[in-house]
């Protein structure tokens, strides 16, 4: 083979790699948006059945378990909705990002559509990345949401149970 010929083949394994590592990102963005919408909604369900039992077991809550559940649960929103408005931000900032990409000053290369094409495929793989990144802080968020949720629904059940006996 002639040096211009692996030259060729190395571009091309370049490119077809960049491709795989682009449609990987892109699905698992999709995975995460898909997994969160869910999640948001089985949540926003579980806060709804938490006050529900809020309101079925207040006269058999004692001070110090309205006062542990009333925490917990702010907990809970409060790691909730932080995150969501953190996830809102992260969004903001990427649909800047493609706007500039789409519509930002003249750099010399408007006319280039190569340059262009290449300028937003790399804008919107580093989004997809930070997406990606950004999966970490939502397993801590909603852990703790969840966790101190949970928490919350014992201490009502058991004033609960406790009122019945």
């Not at 370049?14 to 698992?28: G, L, W």
């Amino acid at each position: 083979m002639s040096p211009n010929q692996d030259e060729i083949e190395a571009k091309e394994r370049k490119s077809r790699a960049e491709e795989v590592i682009e449609a990987q990102t892109r699905i698992y963005g999709s995975l995460y948006d898909k997994a969160a919408m869910y999640t948001n909604l089985v949540t926003a369900l579980g806060y709804a059945g938490l006050f529900g039992l809020w309101s079925l077991t207040k006269e058999f809550l004692n001070k110090q378990d309205a006062l542990v559940s009333a925490i917990l649960l702010m907990l809970s929103i409060v790691s909730f909705v932080s995150f969501e408005v953190f996830k809102t931000a992260i969004v903001a900032h990427a649909t800047r990002k493609r706007v500039n990409a789409l519509f930002g000053g003249n750099d010399g290369q408007s006319h280039d559509l190569d340059a262009f094409v290449a300028k937003l495929q790399k804008v919107e793989l580093e989004n997809h990345r930070h997406e990606l990144q950004m999966v970490k802080v939502w397993w801590i968020a909603w852990v703790i949401a969840v966790l101190s949720g949970l928490g919350a629904v014992v201490v009502l059940m058991a004033a609960f149970i406790r009122g019945l006996l």
